[in-house]
């Protein structure tokens, strides 16, 4: 059985980074396009970011954040630049590249002065 597990999220002061990491276990990450997403507090669907194809190190996502993968650590990672305050959600990895596969726990992300 897959389980994703996402980490590195916290509060961060707006115009700073964070890089949160996805890391798989039951099966190895390189046989599966990844993709992250998110849910914003108080808006029920979850908001598409990105995905990476496995062959691929590096891929571009939705405005300041870009996707990238370690396939020897068996983990994903979302970069994210100049954060804003409507970047405060809870961001998931999953399995799938239209982000409707099996996801981790999330993890928070709050961007705050």
């Known amino acids: 059985e897959v389980q994703l597990v996402e980490s590195g999220g916290g509060l961060v002061q707006p115009g700073g980074s964070l890089r949160l990491s996805c890391t798989m276990s039951?099966?190895?990450?390189?046989?599966?396009?990844m993709s992250w997403v998110r849910q914003r507090p108080g808006r029920g669907l979850d908001e598409w970011l990105g995905?990476?194809?496995?062959?691929h190190s590096t891929d571009s996502a939705k405005g300041r954040f870009i996707i990238s993968r370690d396939n020897a650590k068996n983990t994903v990672y979302l970069q994210m630049n100049s954060l804003k305050i409507e970047d405060a959600a809870v961001y998931y990895c999953?399995?799938?590249?239209?982000?409707?596969?099996?996801r981790g726990p999330g993890t928070q992300v709050t961007v705050s002065p």
């Open positions: 999953t399995n799938e590249p239209n982000g409707l596969g099996s």
């Open positions: 039951g099966d190895t990450i390189s046989n599966y396009d």
């Open positions: 995905q990476i194809h496995r062959a």
